[in-house]
């Protein structure tokens, strides 16, 4: 038998759609990835009935409640900038004068809720044949395809797609 891998607990997981689109709802309100805001919605059910202890529920809160986009990217944002290093949070960028680079974070910051977004609207477009919602949609990515994966996929969809008319 080989070695556990870290990924010994993954379990791909196929939602209905209701409890999808609660999802994405649950994601818009807390700000958290796809996987962060399951583990965070699994983490309060197990705990609530009882099946968690409240250290280990207030260590995954800790750990999976709190990391949002902006958050996110400011983990990934460290450089080096004269030998030393750009702040990764903004307690710690308050006070220094980087404006450019803080020009730039704010940004990253925008792009990354602008992928998040298209890439919500990409799991749902076979949802939502209206014409108005798709049109809205490519017009958005039309504009951003340029620093959005996602957006640029989405303009393709549309034009494979094309839009539909509300039924």
């Known amino acids: 038998m080989s070695e556990p891998t870290a990924r010994e607990n993954f379990y791909?997981?196929?939602?209905?759609?209701?409890?999808?689109q609660a999802l994405i709802k649950r994601m818009a309100k807390t700000?958290?990835?796809?996987?962060?805001?399951?583990?965070d919605m699994l983490?309060?059910?197990?705990?609530?009935?009882?099946?968690?202890p409240k250290d280990q529920y207030d260590f995954l809160k800790r750990k999976y409640a709190s990391k949002t986009v902006m958050e996110k990217v400011l983990e990934g944002r460290r450089h080096l900038v004269e030998g030393?290093?750009?702040?990764?949070?903004?307690?710690?960028?308050?006070?220094?004068?980087?404006?450019?680079?803080?020009?730039?974070?704010?940004?990253?910051?925008?792009?990354?809720?602008?992928?998040?977004?298209?890439k919500a609207v990409l799991d749902q477009w076979d949802l939502h044949p209206g014409l108005e919602w798709r049109l809205k949609w490519h017009k958005k990515a039309e504009q951003n395809k340029d620093v959005s994966p996602s957006a640029k996929l989405l303009v393709d969809l549309y034009a494979a797609t094309g839009p539909h008319e509300s039924s």
Do not use: C, W
Request: hydrophobic residues 35%; charged residues 30%.
């Open 84 to 118: 030393q290093a750009l702040p990764v949070n903004e307690e710690q960028a308050e006070g220094q004068a980087l404006p450019i680079l803080r020009g730039q974070l704010a940004e990253d910051v925008r792009v990354a809720k602008l992928e998040k977004e298209f």
């Open 12 to 20: 791909p997981l196929k939602m209905p759609t209701e409890v999808y």
């Open 31 to 39: 700000d958290l990835g796809k996987g962060d805001s399951l583990i």
């Open 43 to 52: 983490t309060e059910t197990v705990y609530r009935e009882g099946y968690l």
